[in-house]
């Protein structure tokens, strides 16, 4: 009904954009029309009384009232600007009838001061809601008293009087303490309201954006809350979830006895705990979920639930076990690989260096130019092939991390001449020369692997000969640095 006449006041519709400024638009409204009733009822006070001063004022005042409100409540939609009418007709009521009574009566101050006090309410109900209570208290306890038989002399004596004029200022203002009262009371509960519906507002948004599935379930073992989140990894919706029992996600691939008898312990432990657990979906597919496990307590200190969040991993277990499958036959692949190379080393170097033996045994033989030549041949495709295992075996061990540096004494110009006199006849074949030329600051012996060295050197003479057309070949050596040791 107030609100439906606070419309019918102001025109209709209020804004649409803040909730809260029409609220305190209404509340402040409701003053002034309290105001307007009471100065309606003072008048009919006075007509039965029969002071036609006290009606002609009262009259006077109503018609104030409404002509002032009316326009002012149309025009304005600002709370605060409705504060400021509703102090400025407690001034102007004062400032016109205090000649017109031809007394300076103290009330009057009174209600004056009190009334701008309570307009700080619009920053703040700690001064309002007191101040205006007392208010109320003491304008009505004060009007009981003015009516007692034997208390009016000396409340006359002291300008405080009740006469028709005192008791009109003193019903409005009653009205509009009471008023003011619960609109003080009113705000204070709604902001109460507005900032816990703001704070379940942002813990839903964040619950139904959060990706863990986010429900709670109540001591009864029934689901009472259900997020976007939950819908999304068990595939039921909220209606389906809200009011089920537990087990319908948790402890999956169990029987019912078991799966309630895991509910009843995870209630009955009321402490944080964590837990992966194989699940299901409302598909029936199976998944592997990580729980978060809260429990809940009301004001009192009474268990009230449990919170529980979960998150699908199902994903993330299935690509570390495929990373673990994988790195395994990796592993094992490698192993097989070095014992072939092995395998191989064996039966492959063993008749070779009996080829290259026994050609080494036939060259000491008389032969002629042509099988001379031949014997060459064998000699270096052995020693090629010797080379070929030695790199292929090197590699492996690399690849092992089991390849050692020897540091021991050797030749560096015998190293470059092995190099050099092993691709001899891949040069020759192409017509291109192949010279070496070492600096003779360089010491023949020197602390390393030479054999390392001869196999970099081999590699290296070897490309050039394969991509060189035409030209020459020059493999050169120079001490960049030296040290006494």
Request: proline residues 4%.
């Amino acid at each position: 009904m107030l609100d439906s006449l606070v419309r019918l006041i102001v025109g209709g519709a209020y804004p649409e954009a803040n909730a809260q400024e029409n609220r305190r638009l209404r509340m402040l409204v409701a003053a002034l029309v309290a105001i307007t009733l009471a100065a309606a009822l003072a008048v009919v006070v006075n007509v039965l009384t029969g002071n036609s001063l006290a009606v002609s004022l009262s009259v006077a005042v109503l018609g104030i009232v409404i002509a002032a409100n009316l326009p002012l409540l149309r025009l304005t939609r600002s709370p605060r600007t409705v504060a400021a009418i509703f102090v400025g007709e407690q001034i102007l009521l004062l400032a016109l009838l205090t000649p017109m009574v031809g007394v300076v009566q103290p009330e009057f101050y009174i209600w004056y001061i009190v009334s701008l006090l309570l307009s700080a309410e619009l920053v703040g109900r700690r001064i309002a809601l007191p101040l205006a209570a007392l208010y109320g208290l003491m304008v009505i306890g004060s009007q009981f008293l003015f009516q007692l038989e034997g208390l009016t002399l000396p409340f006359q004596t002291l300008g405080l009087t009740a006469n028709p004029i005192s008791r009109t200022l003193t019903i409005v203002n009653a009205l509009i303490a009471t008023a003011l009262i619960a609109y003080a009371y009113e705000s204070s509960r709604e902001r109460a309201e507005r900032q816990i519906a703001r704070s379940e507002q942002q813990l839903r948004q964040h619950l139904d954006n959060t990706p863990l599935a986010a429900l709670t379930i109540a001591p009864t073992g029934r689901i009472t809350s259900w997020n976007r989140s939950a819908e999304a990894v068990f595939g039921y919706t909220q209606g389906e979830a809200v009011g089920a029992s537990a087990d319908l996600v948790l402890a999956g691939g169990l029987t019912a006895l078991q799966r309630q008898a895991a509910i009843d312990e995870l209630l009955a432990g009321r402490h944080a705990s964590n837990a992966i657990t194989p699940n299901s979906t409302k598909e029936g597919d199976p998944i592997l979920c990580a729980w978060y496990h809260t429990p809940l307590f009301d004001a009192g200190g009474t268990f009230s639930g449990m919170a529980c969040l979960a998150l699908d991993i199902s994903n993330q277990t299935r690509a570390a076990e495929e990373l673990r499958t994988a790195k395994e036959l990796a592993e094992a692949s490698a192993l097989a690989k070095n014992r072939f190379l092995g395998t191989i080393s064996h039966e492959v170097r063993t008749p070779l260096n009996a080829i290259q033996g026994m050609t080494a045994a036939l060259r000491d033989t008389s032969l002629t130019v042509e099988q001379q030549e031949i014997t060459a041949a064998i000699q270096d495709g052995t020693e090629s092939l010797l080379r070929l295992m030695s790199d292929v075996l090197d590699l492996s061990r690399l690849e092992a991390g089991a390849l050692t540096i020897a540091s021991e004494p050797f030749s560096v110009r015998a190293a470059v001449d092995d190099a050099v006199a092993s691709l001899r006849a891949g040069a020759d074949a192409k017509n291109l020369g192949l010279n070496h030329n070492l600096d003779a600051a360089i010491p023949d012996r020197l602390i390393g692997d030479g054999q390392r060295l001869r196999q970099i050197l081999t590699n290296l003479l070897d490309n050039a000969v394969k991509f060189t057309e035409h030209g020459e070949i020059t493999l050169s050596g120079s001490v960049r640095d030296a040290t006494p040791e």
